[in-house]
C-alpha cells in the first residue's frame, strides 16, 4: 500500500502563489507517476499535472505557464508551485500515485487540500 498526505492548501488572493505537497509513504518503491488532480465543486475532479519518476511532465493545457509539478524522487515528495491564482482555481487538490507491480496497475489517492482563491 502507499499512503499519500497533501499538505501546503490554503487561503490566497487573486494573483498570490501556493505550493503545494504531497509525500509517499509505504510501498514507495515502484512508484512511477505521481500528479495533482483538482475538483470544484459541482463539477468533476480534472487533471492538474503529472510527472514521471524519470522527470517527464504533462500539463492540463489551460494550467501551462502558471502551474509547474516538480519531484524528489529521494523524498518520495511532488510538489505544485502555483502561481497568478485565480478564482477559478479554487478546488480541493488531490495527489495521485501509480505503481505497476508484476504488470497490475495500482493506483492511490490523497484526501485532499482545500485551496481557496478570493476575488
Known amino acids: 500500500q502507499v499512503q499519500l498526505v497533501e499538505s501546503g492548501g490554503g487561503l490566497v488572493q487573486a494573483g498570490g502563489s501556493l505550493r503545494l505537497s504531497c509525500a509517499a509513504s509505504g510501498r514507495t518503491f515502484s512508484i512511477n507517476t505521481m500528479g495533482w488532480y483538482r475538483q470544484a465543486p459541482g463539477k468533476q475532479r480534472d487533471l492538474v499535472a503529472t510527472?514521471?519518476?524519470?522527470?517527464?511532465?504533462n500539463y492540463a493545457d489551460s494550467l501551462k505557464g502558471r502551474f509547474t509539478i516538480s519531484r524528489d524522487n529521494a523524498k518520495n515528495t511532488v510538489y505544485l508551485q502555483m502561481n497568478s491564482l485565480e478564482p477559478e482555481d479554487t478546488a480541493v487538490y488531490y495527489c495521485?500515485?501509480?505503481?505497476?507491480?508484476?504488470?497490475?496497475?495500482?493506483?492511490?489517492w490523497g484526501q485532499g487540500t482545500q485551496v481557496t482563491v478570493s476575488s
Open positions: 510527472i514521471t519518476s524519470a522527470g517527464s511532465t
Open positions: 495521485n500515485a501509480d505503481r505497476v507491480v508484476f504488470g497490475t496497475n495500482f493506483n492511490y
